[in-house]
């Protein structure tokens, strides 16, 4: 059967014509010779492969046919236009081969004249001079890429088209680069430029996109070597081999079709397809496509073996939930199985896959002979029974019946929760004196002895609380979990683990994850950014059974949202210190993102009233302009303030709904919602509510806090707020009232109430 082949850029169609576009794609995919589809060459085609089909009286389909030596013909549908505007583009489009990489490339006939060595010179020796040294002077007076030591021959030299080259190579500003970057005929060349004005080296460049210059000069005729250009990674940024009809109507006929489905940048397509020696981790600023590598790996190695059992998880059921969603959507045929275990792909946040070990464990949880068994390795003597969820209070209970020794700065649930989370549970201190020695790496607050013995006092009477009710906490269910599969390897219920937002899961989690696969390739893949940590403390892979060794790689290329979007939400981040899950420094470097937008506005207010006004009116123009209320999110930093924001566009006609923690987001009215519960989500456009320094939910229990952790706690903060903003896709919105957050980017400009600020 033919090959259907989908090409770059396809326009958009409406409702009828896209219907019609698939049924002449299927019936083409079945059979080029049906009747009906009339694929024909047209005269004065600068490419001889150039066909257009009849989809209907009126719409043409423009195709470029491959044949080869293949026994059936390949196809790339480069879109359906109106008859006239078809023969026009079926006129000047030529799918070829870039002679200096041998990638595939759509571009219009134009552009194929390759301009000549004196050419190439002239223009470069017209072009301005690189930075000069010293390094003293103000580098924006200088072109970008000429900063970074590129010059126009480099460009070409790589395959660049001529005009976005020099277009590129004169830019001084990131817009200039984005606007050079649009020129460029095909993504693989917007992408290297990019790369280059934010510092990646040539060499890395090359090595990224595979832009290797061709062993022999492509000959322009052959098919066969032009089929072998389309399937370069860096060309399937642009071309993407169908693989059935689902897939097909998928991308013709859903509005909801996203490209990332099928158009992967070759970096995500190798660490998707690629088989890893042992764990590997995945980091990369938000947005740059974690999720979707995730998901695509999971895919493929069940279609390697779809005997294996692969567990999909990440820090919670909403986000689980919305894994699984996105599974389905990327690939209906992906077994998603409940019960773990089981060939195929189980999906559960971290803590429903600890529960589900103990589960099925039950029975073998408690000691037998001379083995003391895992609760009691964890938790020291008590009952095996451990299935009931310890409740909140316990600690505040402990700490008033057995902290009476506490000096005030300790006696706070958090610094327990973070001391059991970080240190006791997962280094099975069961005893006082196991205590007095452990070590106690990364925790910000240092103990005295006489301090160390008062903590213990309330471990001891809150694991007795909890032992009463034969209870755990979460902590302590994945840390038993890890223990049982650990001391029964037969057990382990996966041999594929795939993580997502590791950056947010404590140190008993990770014991489990790694507990879940026996080690060996394509053990565990980690996917984590660690600026977007907003729970619990760092925490460093290798400490818990993980090592990375030397397989780790970081994304860069921010799918999401706008450049001018994304240099706000870096902004937040900027002038703090912060480290990855290996100890490395968690860098900004290179990240970008390839769309440009409007600037995000921050509008400061006197009152929280005339703030809840300008929330209300900002929807309202977003729903003037044709938004569906779905794609739009408010954020805000605790539930009372949206439950306020909520009743507040009610108020003013605006029907919103606040999304709480495990529902779903929904359709049909503006979803509000905490900025904690925005991860993982994107919306068009976005507004920030209630960014203002005396708000009381930034830094809420900061202050109870020992004064040693309060850094780390203000880095979730800043994390939290990064999150928050990088959930918009096109606009973005920053509203406080009285002063400014000064968690917020410096702007430069002065704000006050009631005034307008663009960043
Ligand atoms: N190759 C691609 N082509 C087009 N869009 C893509 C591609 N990869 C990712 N995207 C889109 O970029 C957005 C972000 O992707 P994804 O959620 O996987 O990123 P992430 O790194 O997991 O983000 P976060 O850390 O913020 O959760 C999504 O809308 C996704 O569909």
Known sequence: MPQIILGPNLPKLDGSVKKAAYAFLEKLGENDQAPGLHIEPINGTADPRIRTGRVNDYWRAVLVKIQGQATEAHYVYLGTYQHDDAIAFAKTAVVRINPRNGIAELVRADQLVEPT????DTAFRTMPKPKPKPDDVDTTLYPLLQTQGVALADLLDLGIDADAAEQAILARTDDEILAAAQVAPAAWQADALLDLAFGVKLPDVKEKLGLTAPDVTPDPASDDQLLEALQKPAAQMDFAFIEDNDELRAAIEDDNFGRWRIFLHPEQRDYAFKDRNGSFRLSGGAGTGKTVVLLHRARHLWRENPDARIVLTTFNKTLAASLEETLRLLDPKVPVVTELGKAGVYIAGVDAL????LSKAEGKLAGNGSDVGPVQRVLGQRTPHVMELTARATW????????????AS??????????????????????RDEYLRVRRPGRGVALSRKD??????VVEAYRASAAANNATDWDEKAMIAAVYLNGAPDDRPADHVLVDEAQDLAPSRLFLLRALAPEGPNDLFIAEDSQQRIYGQKVVLSRYGINIRGRSRRLTLNYRTTAQNLQYAVGVLSGTQWVDMESGDATVAGYRSARSGPPPVELGTSSLVAELGKVADQVHDWLEEGNAPETIGVLVRTRFVGEKVVNALAERGVQARFVQDDASAGTGKILVMTMHRSKGMEFRNVVLFGVSSDEPGWGVGLNSLPEAERADAELRERSLLYVAATRARDKLVVLWNGKRSDLLPESGVAASPDLEVTT
């Open 117 to 120: 060595i004196e050419e190439r």
């Open 354 to 357: 600890a529960r589900r070990v």
């Open 396 to 407: 505040m209970t402990a700490i008033e019946s057995a902290g009476a020794a506490l000096p």
């Open 410 to 431: 300790l006696r706070s649930q958090a610094f327990f929760e973070a001391e059991y989370s970080t240190v006791i549970v997962p280094n099975l201190v069961t005893t």
């Open 452 to 457: 160390r013995v008062a903590v213990w006092n």
